[in-house]
Nanobody, 122 residues
Framework: QVQVVESGGGSVQSGGSLRLSCAASGYTYCRHDTTWYRQAPGKQREFVSFIDSDGSGSARYADSVKGRFSISQDNANNTVYLQMNSLKPEDTAMYYC??????????????WGQGTQVSVSS
């Protein structure tokens, strides 16, 4: 069974922390590069963070999360983490990770999981 699974969401108070995980399984091949997005009720999906795991290992962040969120990789376990600190109510959203999976490095398509809910109360 091919799937991308996000986990680690939950409900926290403002200022709290959560660590999200993203893992893909069942695919012939998935790039290690991973992007996190989030979507709040009534809003469009927005970019949160990206890690260039197949390249330089560099990361990018949305301005709204810079300095608070940190993305990291565990290539041995094909898992990417999003450490979220100093959470704010405006971080409340469903969080999704996007993997590029397929049969080879140049033949991949975006693959998404069901998301994991993050709720931050003030």
């Amino acid at each position: 069974q091919v799937q991308v699974v996000e986990s680690g969401g939950g409900s926290v108070q403002s200022g709290g922390s959560l660590r999200l995980s993203c893992a893909a399984s069942g695919y012939t091949y998935c790039r290690h590069d991973t992007t996190w997005y989030r979507q709040a009720p009534g809003k469009q999906r927005e970019f949160v963070s990206f890690i260039d795991s197949d390249g330089s290992g560099s990361a990018r962040y949305a301005d709204s999360v810079k300095g608070r969120f940190s993305i990291s990789q565990d290539n041995a376990n094909n898992t990417v983490y999003l450490q979220m600190n100093s959470l704010k109510p405006e971080d409340t959203a469903m969080y999704y990770c996007e993997k590029l999976c397929g049969i080879s490095y140049y033949k991949t398509r975006p693959a998404w999981g069901q998301g994991t809910q993050v709720s931050v109360s003030s």
